[in-house]
């Protein structure tokens, strides 16, 4: 992936809010719980854990939230139009911010390194050999 330059735009269905990535993630994450199962309509939701600063957003994001199993709060950022979901954030961890990256103009980042909430996995879908994986969340 040495020829993916940044930045890389993005952007929600409907266009009314636009994005930037400005660095590479620190790492991508597929969630098999079935919260994320919900949220994506699939077997898993993608996330790339990216720094604060590494986003640059334009357009008014729409807010709501829920308690986490582990006791943290998720938080979600969408537009208010199509409601598109563009990122999560726990406010206990500001610098961090969790990118639906299928959301970029450039999805070639989207290889997970990790699988968390194995425990709840459709049976169907295999985990390639050697990615990381946890029963539920690792940290």
């Keep these: 992936m040495h020829d993916i330059s940044y930045p890389i735009p993005g ?3 409907c266009g009314h ?18 919260e ?8 898993f939701s993608l996330t790339a854990m990216v720094e604060h600063d590494a986003l640059k957003v334009s357009g008014q ?3 709501w939230e829920r308690p986490s199993d582990s006791g943290n709060t998720n938080c979600a950022k969408f537009c208010p139009h199509c409601g598109n979901r563009i990122y999560h954030f726990n406010p206990d961890q500001p610098n961090i911010i969790k990118l639906k990256p299928s959301t970029l103009a450039d999805t070639r980042i989207i290889q997970p390194t990790l699988h968390v909430w194995v425990s709840e ?4 879908f295999q985990i390639p050999e050697g990615v990381e994986q946890h029963p539920t969340q690792p940290w």
């Design 121 to 124: 996995k459709q049976d169907w």
């Design 61 to 63: 994001l729409k807010h």
């Design 11 to 13: 952007s929600c269905q």
């Design 17 to 34: 809010i636009t994005y930037e990535l400005l660095a590479p993630p620190l790492k991508v994450i597929a969630c098999h719980c079935r």
């Design 36 to 43: 994320c199962q919900k949220l994506s309509t699939s077997a």
